[in-house]
C-alpha cells in the first residue's frame, strides 16, 4: 500500500514469507523501491493485528 508519495507500507504473514523465492522477491522489490526514493515499511500481519498502535506509530 502507498502513502502519501514516497511511503510504502507491505503487510506479510509467515506462511507466505516460508517460501525462499517469495522472500527473496519481497526483498529484491523492497530494494528497487528504495533505490527510487521510497520509504519500505514491512509489518507482520500479526503486528497489525495485535500491536496496532506501534504501526500506527511507526506510519
Do not use: K, N
Not at 15 to 38: K, N
Request: glycine residues 6%.
Amino acid at each position: 500500500m502507498r502513502i502519501g508519495r514516497r511511503l510504502i507500507v507491505e503487510i506479510d504473514g509467515r506462511t507466505y514469507q516460508a517460501l525462499v523465492e517469495a522472500f527473496e522477491s519481497d526483498r529484491r522489490e523492497d530494494d528497487e523501491l528504495v533505490a527510487l526514493g521510497h520509504v519500505v515499511l514491512r509489518c507482520t500481519c500479526r503486528r497489525v493485528m495485535f500491536d496496532w498502535p506501534f504501526v500506527e506509530r511507526t506510519v
